[in-house]
Each structure stands twice: as C-alpha cells, then as structure tokens.
C-alpha cells in the first residue's frame, strides 16, 4: 500500500501538514527519524544520474534531427532512444566516474 493521506503534524511542528503512509495509519505507528540517519541530499551516485539524462537527451535529439531523414516516425522510435540513452548512460556514467575503493593508492602500495 503507498497511498498516502496529510494529516496536521503534533503541536510541536507548528501545525504543519505532512504525508502518512495508510499502513502507519492502520498500526497506529508514527515513525520519526532519528538524528543520526537522514537521508542524503545529494546520493553518491549523482555523477552517474546526470551522465544518463544528458544521453537521454543526447538520443532524444537524434530521434528527432534524424527521424524525418530516415524516414521513421511514430511512438517506438522515441520509446527506443530513451531505453538507449537510459543504457548506455548508466554504462558510461559508470565507466566515467567509477567509485573509489577508499583504499591507498597504487605507489603507496609499492613503496611500503
């Protein structure tokens, strides 16, 4: 279940409105997040994100420069430049900016 109902918030938030999951409604439960664990602003994998919508765009263009050239037209060809793009960006995000192991790096390895 994800529907989702606002109802006013305790006292103490002022009366802001906020959303409510139905299950927490139904268990009666209301859950706050702890102060320690709030969801990042940014995910670290933002670089990848950026890298697919730009091919996606990049595909979309084409689709659209070149359709009229080749002579195809219609929903499908769109539909098939965005499945491109969603592919071959999340490829190239991930061969671009791969993430660092965290470990040392390769001459300090040798040198000690």
């Not at 002022?14 to 927490?24: M, T």
């Not at 990848?48 to 499908?76: E, H, N, Q, S, Y």
């Amino acid at each position: 279940m994800r529907e989702f109902r606002a109802e006013p918030a305790a006292a103490a938030d002022g009366g802001a409105w906020q959303f409510v999951s139905v299950q927490r409604l139904i268990s009666g439960r209301r859950a706050r997040a702890k102060k320690g664990h709030r969801m990042k602003m940014y995910p670290d994998d933002w670089r990848t994100r950026v890298t697919t919508a730009v091919v996606i765009a990049a595909c979309l263009i084409a689709v659209k420069l070149l359709g009229p050239m080749v002579g195809i037209d219609g929903f499908w060809p769109w539909m098939l430049a965005v499945i491109v793009g969603i592919v071959l960006g999340a490829l190239v995000g991930r061969l671009l900016f791969r993430p660092s192991s965290g470990g040392p790096l390769e001459d300090k390895k040798r040198s000690s």
